[in-house]
């Protein structure tokens, strides 16, 4: 089998990308029946060679699962990977329509992907975290060992790792409507390097999936204001049941504890527009007093009118008395 289709035992199935300083391939073993394929980084330039090469043997001391073994083909040195199969990274946003709760999982299992793998130098790592490398398994993601150095560039700092894994959170949710503040906050740290380690984002990305994940998910499934819980049918009452006996876990609260906070919720609210009710009905009758406040003023102010008309005109008439008449009766009336 010539150079063109195969490297070594392993047969050529696809190309990745081939250039003067690296090369990567998708390969079958033909000492080997099984369907299993395989990842081949073929690095050509003799610098980058050095520097894999040191790296590749930490991963042969650490006995690192994926990584197989190397080996040299003419100038050439092969690393063969374990290749694995799922979505890649971007393809999966683009195909779901992400929710909260998802894609917070999400995040969290590249995360604890990269912490599990600890002990693999970070240069190798830094280089795992691409869109096209992180593949989305049912159960997780996994990484497709595809180590692209033709940028020569090979970071050393936990840093860089840091600062790479808040650029793949922030790609995650920018697909994401309307997502937590508090997530916003942590990518934000990551990308400025303000966490010293990766464990220092678990405990707030913990608190972020319990708070504004599965907490939001069961509000918005118990608390709507128009459904009273006593009108729910009995299926939709399971239904929530199911809801949150799924989550009690990952939320650390139980069903129990969660029913009883709506229904303090609903005498909240009851007890509010019992309120609001004896508040109203006090102030139609604040009301109802200032009205006849204003009336009894006006009626004093409509009769010192009248009383100054008289006086000042006894000559002219009211309703065909003359005002004179009008003022002397009145005089009598009250024994003037």
Known sequence: MDAKNSLGRYRIIKELFDGDIQSAYVCADTDDNSSEGYIINVYKNREIIDIVLQHLFILEDNNFGDYLHHFVYGKYVCAVFKQRHGIPLNEYIKTHSLSQIEALELAKSVLKKVISLQRTPVA????LLTYQNIIVLGDGIE?????DCRDMAFSTEEQDLIIGIGAVFRYIFNSVENPPAKLKRVIDKCLHGKYNSLLEI???LEDIIKRYGINNEISKSLQKDEIERDSLSETQRMDISELLSKYSDIIGADVNNERANVNQNKKSNKTSKENSYKQDKK???NDAILFVKVLLIFLLFAILLFGLYIILFPESYFF??????IRDSIAQLFGG
Do not use: Q
């Open 202 to 204: 678990c405990p707030e």
């Open 143 to 147: 990484f497709c060992y595809v180590l």
């Open 320 to 325: 065909g008395m003359r005002n004179s008449f």
């Open 283 to 285: 102030n139609v009758k």
């Open 124 to 127: 190798l790592l830094t280089k």
